[in-house]
């Protein structure tokens, strides 16, 4: 087991060391994870619409961002991430919507051919003169 924490301590002791690397690692696998989301709850959608409590949580990510960035981050994304689902919820809701009340397009009428007037016949000059 000792050999397994040095091995991993050997590789990877840079990610530890590093400020930047967890938190991007971490917002990362959360972006991930919202994309494996299943459908948001009704009261949750009804929740985030609310204008009060978008300013709240906007309140809160700025006053978490004095004390703790990195979860003042990871939060913003969340709550991005959640607003940005409510919202393509709501297209993919307009879109079935305006698809079950359309009517079906009118099927092209074929255009009608355009009479073209008859060529004139070319009539040769004659000659009036009489040669004698």
Known sequence: MN???SLVNNNLGWVHENKLVLPVLSLILGM????????LPKFIQKLFENPIFRLVMISYIIYRGNNDPQLSIMIA???LITI???N????KQMEKMVASKAP???KPVPPKP??????KA????TNTKKTR
């Open 84 to 86: 940005h689902m409510i």
């Open 77 to 79: 994304a969340a709550f």
């Open 32 to 39: 991930y994870a919202a994309l494996a989301r299943p459908k």
């Open 104 to 106: 079906a397009p009118p």
């Open 114 to 119: 355009v009479p073209r007037p008859a060529p």
């Open 122 to 125: 070319v009539v040769a000059p």
């Open 3 to 5: 050999s397994f924490d």
């Open 88 to 91: 393509k919820q709501k297209v």
